[in-house]
């Protein structure tokens, strides 16, 4: 069983909005500082976006702040990424990660700091 599924992904244009949604299974994901991670074609991984357990206090890529709002709702055991004024360069395969306890709990592109790992969800930005 696949521990957390991403969903929302799609195609849109430059300036355009998506909303990203993760949800957990077997597993209570307010344990967990969470992350989306995002990785483009033959790229490796790009960290985009932290929270801690209980929601919150947020982080954010340089690249994505101000465009990008990370949100939990725990209650659902679901993560969201609204994601505004979308640019080409946000092209990417995106992931959401449950964080391992331990050292920053943002910005890490190593994936053993993580305990789970969605499938991913497509994001495209092309005219």
């Known amino acids: 069983e696949v521990p957390l599924v991403e969903s929302g992904g799609g195609l849109v244009q430059p300036g355009g909005s998506l909303r990203l949604s993760c949800s957990a299974s077997g597993f209570t994901s307010s344990s967990y500082d969470m992350s989306w991670v995002r990785q483009a074609p033959g790229k490796g991984l790009d960290w985009v976006s932290g929270?801690?357990?209980?929601?919150?206090?947020?982080a954010y890529a340089d690249s994505v702040k101000g465009r990008f709002t990370i949100s939990r709702d725990n209650a659902k055991n679901t993560l969201y990424l609204q994601m505004n004024s979308l640019k080409p360069e946000d092209t990417a395969m995106y992931y959401c990660?449950?964080?391992?306890?331990?050292?920053?709990?943002?910005?890490?592109?190593?994936?053993?700091?993580?305990?789970?790992w969605g499938q991913g969800t497509q994001v495209t930005v092309s005219s």
């Open positions: 929270i801690r357990r209980l929601g919150g206090i947020t």
């Open positions: 990660a449950a964080k391992i306890s331990g050292g920053n709990w943002y910005g890490s592109v190593q994936p053993q700091d993580y305990k789970y």
